[in-house]
């Protein structure tokens, strides 16, 4: 008797999408202390970019983070007996190729609501567009704008000095708040 | 320096006593004042401002409280409070790490051999 498909192909290493022209369109990077949590979510990323019609490559193994830390196992007197302790990161690229940008988005999206405990992820994301970018560009800036300035508001100076001939101003009220009004 | 005023809430989880809650208001202080010092240094070093200007600017800063100062802040452990040996990936003194790290509290870190 033979499995359902579905059931089967878990079994086996996951299927990939041909990429038609190579153009990568996102680059996620997943990071953990342990090769097995990775690995598998790896394979889990790779399965939902088929079933998405992503193709997707990979997974690269990236280079090891070792963080190494020295102690003293105790007072300073016994400096001479030092424990040692180490934390490794193991990395995993995985590039999506030719990916609509919004399909991309579902991608992100589905990995980062099925996410895996002790797994990081970082995307970098790559879009296309027509000639003209600037003009678009300055379209958006001017939504985005009206966005952050409440954002804004929370950083820094409340108003500027506007030019030199403020700054006598700003001194004097200086002055009084450092004196406390005297 | 004690008649500073302590910040109303101490809204940090870490081990509390002096030590950790005059860092805590520095850090307080220095956030609170950072605009003000940054345009005063600005003053004090534009050099097409005039030189009474800038004097001024210099006296200023030096006047300002020294909890404002961002050198008066020190990092401290978590767990006790100390104030030397501290790791700053994990905010804790020497000794503290090394208890959490055998206990197995810091995900990832391991008794290394190589």
Not at chain 1, 169 to 178: G, I, P, Q, W
């Amino acid at each position: 008797m033979r499995m359902p498909r579905a059931l089967e192909l878990l079994y086996l290493k996951p299927l990939r999408r041909e990429a038609e022209f190579g153009v990568p369109s996102c680059d996620l990077q997943m990071r953990s202390y342990s090769v097995r949590n990775l690995e598998f979510f790896c394979d889990f990323a790779l399965r939902a970019a088929y079933y998405l019609g992503l193709p997707a490559f990979g997974p690269v193994p990236l280079p090891r983070i070792t963080e190494r830390w020295t102690v003293p196992k105790s007072t300073f007197i016994y400096k001479k007996s030092q424990e040692n302790f180490e934390r490794v990161t193991m990395r995993r690229l995985i590039q999506i190729r030719d990916g609509h940008p919004e399909t991309v988005q579902v991608w992100l999206a589905f990995l980062q609501k099925h996410a895996y405990y002790g797994i990081g992820m970082k995307a970098n994301v790559w879009e296309f567009s027509g000639l003209e970018v600037g003009k678009a560009m300055d379209e958006n800036v001017k939504e985005v704008s009206e966005l952050l300035e409440d954002k804004w508001a929370h950083l820094g100076h409340k108003r500027s000095l506007e030019g030199i001939e403020n700054v006598d101003e700003f001194l004097v009220s200086e002055r009084v708040k450092v004196s406390g009004g005297r | 320096m004690s008649l500073f005023q302590r910040a109303k809430k101490f809204d940090l989880g870490c081990f509390a006593n002096i030590k950790t809650i005059r860092d805590h208001t520095k850090r307080k202080a220095f956030e609170a004042a950072e605009p003000e010092r940054q345009a005063l240094r600005y003053i004090i070093r534009n050099t097409t401002l005039p030189a009474r200007t800038r004097a001024i600017a210099q006296l200023q800063l030096t006047q300002m409280h020294c909890y404002t100062r961002p050198t008066q802040i020190k990092n401290r452990c978590i767990l006790g409070g100390k104030g030397k040996g501290i790791l700053r990936d994990f905010k804790m003194s020497r000794y503290n790490f090394r208890l959490q790290a055998l206990e197995g509290n810091l995900p990832g870190v391991k008794k290394a051999s190589w």
